[in-house]
């Protein structure tokens, strides 16, 4: 079904036939576009973007670019096709229709899900809006652009779901999604990932690579739910996050290369040397990722938990990629390892899977950053320089579960509070660091150039040059 754009809310829900919910959505349309002038990209109102747009949710043909000012972007609901005969796939309500209406018991629970999940699309544009002035290229400018809409009709997607689904409860809920503000000492974000700062481009880069891949696991185990509309919400939304996934890994991955092309040329991997010709040393980079890894980490929530055990139970979230496991899918006696710390020693103990499940996403999202990590060591290798990024322990910096009153070394030791007072310095980014990043950052805007710390990409967006104007001022 292709999305009619003629319609002031573009759907492929059939938003027409149901006049109330239309005029609810309408409603909330102006207050959305409110935010979005006040917390949206900043200086952005005449500039024209080469963004893609979904015109279908057809895998074949999604996408369609062309130049938009960002006020005009189609922002709509799309829900992925419905699944003909689709069951609840897991827990106690397994073989049963997927449920079309919210079932009653489950209906709070649900609506926190949703808003939680809703919050962090408007947080991290709140988060990225000031990055525009210090773009690195143009082509950078307009994917940061696209990753910002992008997170917009993720808003749209769930706003959707709280007025459909949720009535008076919902709508309230969602006039609340745009009275948040990332930040704000009095109206935080939900979750604490989504109040920090993102204030450089290596912050928008790791970001994107980890935290919007945090995105992709939460998505992914709420496409699994046994509530079929947030499932179909949660598939399309998906697609869209891979090109956020893809920013921020290659990103990084054109960070590194600059740094290594440097360090090769000048046979030097002296910090102090590499930041005089205006590089980020690979130390740096590491610190960042040990930091965006850890915050990042701690949104999964603690290792054991009774709510993740009852999510499943009750079919609302599933396991990453859960119709493709091969067990009974109700975990009753299944077990699942997690780490606890005895004195200053780390050990394995096996624990009810039910009551694993956050480790478990957790494992799943670890899993998948690790391969990022691998294709961005082949870059030092192919230079020859032996530098490689690791992960640091699963216990470093975090502040909820088992490790979070312990201090850990990216190695994994526990080690006391003098010495973590003594070394973190060493493991997370310093102020020094994160000024010497700032100083790095000023706009280039002109097609086809790159600020100097930063490799070009091997190719543009959408089979476009790399020069391309991917961003027109007016
Ligand atoms: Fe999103
Ligand atoms: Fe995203």
């Known amino acids: 079904m292709s999305i009619d754009y003629s319609q002031k809310i573009p759907n492929n829900v059939d938003l027409a036939s149901n006049k109330t919910l239309q005029r609810a959505l309408e409603h909330w349309q102006p207050a959305y576009l409110d935010w979005w002038n006040e917390m949206g ?55 049963q229709a997927a449920w079309q209406e919210v079932p009653g018991e489950y209906r709070s629970t649900l609506r926190r899900i949703i808003v939680t999940q809703g919050d962090t699309e408007p947080a991290s544009v709140e988060q990225q809006r000031h990055l525009g002035m210090t773009c690195p290229s143009l082509y950078d ?49 939900i979750l604490t990932a989504f109040n920090e700062k993102t204030p450089d481009w290596l912050s928008f880069f790791m970001f994107t690579f980890i935290t919007d891949r945090d995105g992709k696991f939460q998505l992914a185990a709420l496409a699994e739910s046994g509530f079929d509309p947030l499932s179909r919400t949660c598939r399309f939304m998906l697609t869209e996050e891979a090109h ?40 740096t980079l590491q610190k960042y990722l040990n930091f965006h890894y850890s915050v990042t980490s701690d949104l999964y929530g603690a290792e ?19 119709t493709k496991l091969g067990d009974d899918h109700r975990l009753d006696s299944a077990e699942y390892p997690v780490m606890e710390v005895v004195g200053d020693r780390i050990i394995t103990k096996h624990v009810p899977a039910l009551t694993a499940l956050n480790e478990r996403l957790r ?6 950053v690790q391969g990022g990590i691998d294709r961005w060591n082949k870059v030092p290798e192919k230079l020859g320089i032996p530098f490689r990024f690791a992960l640091p322990h699963k216990g470093f910096h975090r502040k909820i579960g088992i490790f979070g009153e312990l201090h850990l070394s990216p190695e994994g030791k526990v080690i ?18 994160r000024a010497f990043v ?16 930063i490799s070009p990409p091997a190719r543009g967006i959408n089979n476009q040059p790399v020069d391309f104007e991917y961003v027109r001022f007016n």
């Open 416 to 433: 006391s509070e003098a010495e973590w007072t003594h070394k973190h310095r060493d493991w997370l980014p310093t102020e020094e660091d």
């Open 244 to 283: 956020h996934l893809f920013v921020g890994e290659s990103g990084i991955s054109r960070i590194i290369q600059r740094t290594c092309e440097v360090m090769a040329q000048h046979k030097t991997d002296d910090p102090a040397k590499l930041r005089a010709m205006g590089v980020i040393d690979l130390p």
């Open 304 to 322: 054991i938990s009774s709510n993740a055990a009852s999510f499943y139970t009750n079919g609302l979230k599933g396991r990453y990629e859960e």
């Open 141 to 189: 400018m307009r994917n940061l652009f696209q990753v910002n809409v992008e997170e917009g009709r993720h808003l749209w997607a769930m706003v959707y779901l709280l007025h459909a689904h949720f009535g008076r409860d919902g709508r309230e809920e969602g006039e609340a999604l745009l009275e948040r503000r990332s930040g704000d000492a009095d109206n935080p974000r």
């Open 363 to 368: 494992d799943d999202w670890v899993k998948d």
């Open 41 to 95: 990209p900043d200086k952005t109102t005449t500039a024209e973007v080469y963004l893609r747009t979904a015109i279908s949710v057809d895998p074949s043909g999604w996408a369609h670019f062309d130049y938009v000012r960002m006020p005009d972007y189609r922002w709509g609901i799309f829900l992925a096709p419905q699944e003909a005969g689709r069951v609840v796939n897991f827990g106690e309500h397994k073989g």
């Open 438 to 453: 700032q100083s790095l950052m000023g706009r280039v805007a002109e097609p086809g150039k790159f600020a100097n710390w």
